[in-house]
């Protein structure tokens, strides 16, 4: 079994890279979390791996930036009819800090943002995975992403998708936002937030 590649970054693209071991391409399918995180291709990379073989697909590598991601994507295939596709979409849409959030809190409309993911496939993810949090990361890893901030950014982002702003959109914003100004609370957040994505939207 394969626990993980290290070797030289030879060919990346959001859904798929390579990885050059001793003169041995591996072929790896990735979520965009672990993609954001790769380095400059010629350079040395890591990824943790998930080793699948099926009849129809044959052997495929999945590759993640961290043992956490790896971890979710196991516990997200072993759910009724999550496959790997719909597990990768899960991690292209969500860090696992905020998915393990999601789950905590039961937050069906969020996980229903999701791409493959409608309301019955986000309860029964709540359903399946809650039992689950610990198998996939430690406490301390939980605890961590709540005390770090995590918490009141999750806040806002729920609070801005049922104001019916896209995922993506909302993401993006935050990002712009939190690497120019320190907030404290969601409704710092909410406000600052609403006010990029209106300024956006009319220009």
């Known amino acids: ?6 070797g030289t970054l030879s060919a990346k693209t959001p859904v798929m890279t390579n990885v050059d071991c001793s003169g041995v391409g591996y072929e790896v399918h990735i979520p965009l979390s672990t993609f954001d995180l790769l380095p400059h291709i010629g350079e040395s990379v890591k990824l ?5 073989f099926n009849e129809i697909d044959g052997v495929r590598l999945f590759g993640f930036y961290t043992i956490e991601e790896k971890e979710l994507f196991r516990n997200l295939i072993s759910v009724s009819k999550v496959g790997p596709k719909i597990a990768l979409a899960v991690l292209s849409s969500l860090s ?8 905590t809190a039961s937050d069906v409309r969020l996980l229903s943002t999701i791409s493959g993911i409608g309301k019955k496939s986000a309860e029964r993810l709540i359903i399946e995975l809650k ?8 406490t301390k890893f939980l605890k961590d992403s709540t005390a770090s901030g995590k918490s009141f950014i999750y806040e806002a982002e729920s609070a801005l998708l049922t104001l019916g702003y896209k995922i993506y959109d909302i993401r993006k914003a935050f990002k712009v936002l939190l690497k120019e100004e320190e907030y404290t609370s969601s409704e710092e957040l909410i406000k600052a937030a609403i006010k990029l994505l209106y300024s956006k939207k009319n220009i």
């Open 48 to 52: 943790y791996v998930h080793y699948s």
């Open 96 to 103: 696992v800090q905020d998915f393990l959030l999601a789950i």
């Open 131 to 138: 039992d689950k949090i610990g198998q996939i990361v430690s």
């Open 1 to 6: 079994m394969i626990a993980y590649l290290q």
